[in-house]
């Protein structure tokens, strides 16, 4: 019997987790600690789907002069890299995995199908969804939800590098009040940046639940599938 809470997650990763202390490209080492979870919650029964960020590789325009479609696809290509480091290091542990691409790149990934993304999920294969929505202007955290959604996800599992939602941050005000539970209308109404807004109203608009936790440890994964008290609900 599957100790899990749900059936099927999709799991937010920023690239900066992938990264480590080192900040920048990927921590081998980080990574398949990160796996090694995933791979014991799809022991569980639990059909994972992965959403990663890229900022480990590129902040966007962050000093650069440079023009904004642009740079915002130089991002998804550094997700595309990352989601080929995750499927390595699944793939080295037993676990099958498929990456799909809201760009186009034949020779390394499928391209994103929603049909097939549900079918690799049912037979028991992560999948991992890389270039976040094909699109400039949107975040990689849109397109979780996106995804999320398409694939009616039970959850989105938001591991951030703070341990929940704040109604300041923590580390500049020690007065800060974690939430164990807070509305999706509080956050947009408090700005509290859980996740940007176009994708906090999306989670709202279709009754997405989100789970805020800690990625420093990565068995927060598996306890999060588990559904125990930790982080922050979204709802």
């Known amino acids: 019997m599957s ?27 980080i990574v398949g600690q990160m796996c090694d979870k995933i791979k014991e919650v799809v022991n569980m029964g639990v059909e994972v789907a992965i959403v990663v ?3 480990n590789f590129w902040r966007g325009r962050n000093g650069h002069q440079m023009e904004r479609t642009t740079a915002d696809y130089m991002g998804m290509l550094a997700t595309a890299m990352n989601a080929l480091a995750l499927q390595d290091a ?5 676990v ?4 799909q691409t809201a760009i186009e790149m034949r020779e390394i990934a499928e391209p994103f199908i929603q049909r097939k993304a549900e079918k ?5 294969r992560v999948v991992i969804f890389a270039c976040g929505s094909g699109h400039p202007y949107f975040t990689t955290d849109t397109a979780a939800v996106l995804r999320a959604a398409e694939i009616n996800a039970d959850i989105i599992l938001l591991g951030k590098a703070i341990d929940a939602v704040y109604s300041a941050d923590p580390k500049l005000d020690p007065n800060a009040k974690k939430y164990e539970d807070i509305s999706y209308l509080q956050v947009l109404q408090e700005d509290l940046k859980v996740m940007d807004s176009t994708a906090t109203a999306m989670c709202r608009d279709n009754n997405i639940p989100l789970l805020v936790f800690g990625i420093a440890d990565p068995e927060n994964i598996v306890r999060a599938v588990r559904g125990e008290k930790i ?5």
């Open 53 to 55: 960020g890229g900022g």
């Open 96 to 99: 099958y995995s498929r990456v």
């Open 231 to 235: 982080g922050t609900i979204v709802s």
């Open 3 to 29: 100790e899990a809470k749900y059936k099927r997650v999709l799991l937010k990763l920023s690239g900066e987790a992938l990264a480590g202390e080192q900040k920048t490209g990927v921590n081998a080492e």
């Open 120 to 124: 690799h999920l049912s037979k028991g």
């Open 90 to 94: 699944l793939e080295a542990r037993g």
